[in-house]
């Protein structure tokens, strides 16, 4: 359908919370999960949240098969989550490396919890309810905090773990190298 314009950081509407979708609202979303899969898919996304694009409901999609950003990561099955509920399996948490459509160029390290169950419908109002961990558990609380008006940079615990990728990488390929 169409590609649009994703927000970036320092936007004040992406701070905003996003209001449920209700049932009887389920058919008005097919041309909007449409763009967003559309959107996400010409920004080599793995996760796109509707405040992003400027809708603010509660209503996210993500999934890959594979991807240059995540060259490693594990497929994520496509899916469509509107009204998500996240509760931790585990009290573990991981730092990962991660990076947003809204704020372009950049990464953090970010802690996530390890084991998550995701809950809510899909676009056709079926419930969806699945217990994932890894990567996947960290693209959903990712994709999950916007519709909170919570970008990843928020959840940055050292501020030395953030900057633009190319930066980071030369740091990186810097500590790499053997002492003279």
């Given amino acids: 359908m169409a590609v649009r314009e994703i ?37 080599d996304g793995i996760g796109l949240a509707a405040p992003q694009i400027g809708v603010f409901r509660r209503l996210v999609v993500f999934g890959i098969e594979a991807t240059p950003r ?3 990561a594990p497929p994520i099955p496509p899916t469509v989550l509107i009204n998500p509920r996240i509760d931790m399996l585990t009290q573990e948490r991981s730092e990962g490396w991660e ?6 160029g950049m990464r ?28 996947h558990a960290r693209v959903v609380q990712h994709e999950c905090d916007h519709l909170d008006g919570v970008l990843y940079p928020m959840r940055i615990e050292d501020m030395r773990n953030f900057g633009f990728e190319p930066e980071l990488a030369a740091a990186d390929a810097a500590f790499d190298e053997p002492p003279e």
Wanted: one cysteine or more.
């Fill in 70 to 72: 995540y060259p490693e």
């Fill in 99 to 104: 990076g947003c459509l809204s704020v372009p």
């Fill in 7 to 43: 927000l970036r950081m320092g936007d004040p509407r992406l701070l905003q919370v996003s209001t449920e979708i209700q049932v009887h609202e389920l058919g008005s979303l097919p041309e909007l999960i449409e763009d967003m899969w559309d959107t996400m898919q010409a920004t």
């Fill in 108 to 135: 953090g390290l970010v802690p996530r919890y390890d084991r998550i169950r995701y809950s809510g419908i899909d676009a056709q109002g079926l419930p969806i309810s699945r217990d994932v961990e890894d990567f």
